[in-house]
């Protein structure tokens, strides 16, 4: 049973323009909604958060938006940039420690 | 300030032999969590700890070991290893008290089971 998805395994865009990564859930008891951003042979690294009780929250270029209704929630990045390639991953937390991850989306940044 | 630290960093391993994946933080975190990573399938949850003395299973808790002796260190003990256990191994920590809700991750141990 996968509670969160990622239905895109990729993501190719140009450098300049807007990189939109989205994620699905079906467990309407997670509290919180984290992204990821993973480069290769390293840890995942803490992008931007979202609380259930928001449906938008921003840091510098990285947007996430919130749709409860949906259980959809997407990462917004503008302007993209060639160091944005990576590998994003989303996770939801259920009240307290544990977190569910998506399978990922590998974003290319072309220059 | 290191962070969360793992070793080993690579380690390969006949079927049946056991090994402890390490894993220290220097943040005093209380939380702390154990994910293997496979393609196409995302990070899951292992074990995790709450604190000293408290752990408990996460989703695929089958061939592995926890203990919580002190707030630093989280070991990961793999009993008689299999080469379904193949994978990328990362420890992560966070505070309850942090605001974003995110995790540190370290590094992580690739490990392949022969």
């Known amino acids: 049973d996968q509670q969160v998805k990622q239905n895109s395994p990729s993501l190719s865009v140009q450098e300049g323009r807007i990189s939109i990564l989205n994620c699905d859930y079906t467990n309407s008891m997670f509290d919180y909604f984290l992204w990821y951003k993973k480069y290769p042979a390293e840890g995942p690294t803490f992008l931007i958060s979202?609380?259930?009780?928001?449906d938008k929250n921003e840091d510098g270029r990285f947007t996430v938006f919130l749709n409860k209704s949906a259980k959809h929630l997407s990462l917004h990045i503008v302007p993209s940039q060639p160091g944005d390639s990576a590998v994003y991953f989303c996770?939801?937390?259920?009240?307290?420690?544990?977190?569910?991850f998506g399978a990922g989306t590998i974003l290319r940044v072309k220059s | 300030n290191a962070g969360v630290t793992q070793t080993p960093k690579f380690q390969v391993l006949k079927t049946g032999q056991s090994m402890t994946l390490q894993c220290a933080q220097d943040m005093n975190h209380e939380y702390m969590s154990w994910y293997r990573q496979d393609p196409g399938m995302g990070l899951r949850l292992i074990h995790y700890s709450v604190g000293a003395g408290i752990t408990d299973q996460g989703e695929v808790p089958n061939g592995y070991n926890v203990s919580r002796s002190t707030t630093e260190d989280f070991p990961l003990r793999l009993l008689s290893a299999a080469p379904s256990q193949t994978s990328v191994y990362f420890c992560?920590?966070?505070?309850?008290?942090?605001?974003?809700?995110?995790?540190?991750f370290g590094s992580g141990t690739r490990l392949t089971v022969v």
């Open positions: 992560a920590s966070r505070s309850p008290q942090g605001a974003d809700g995110g995790y540190t």
């Open positions: 979202i609380s259930s009780i928001k």
């Open positions: 996770a939801a937390r259920r009240y307290g420690n544990k977190l569910v």
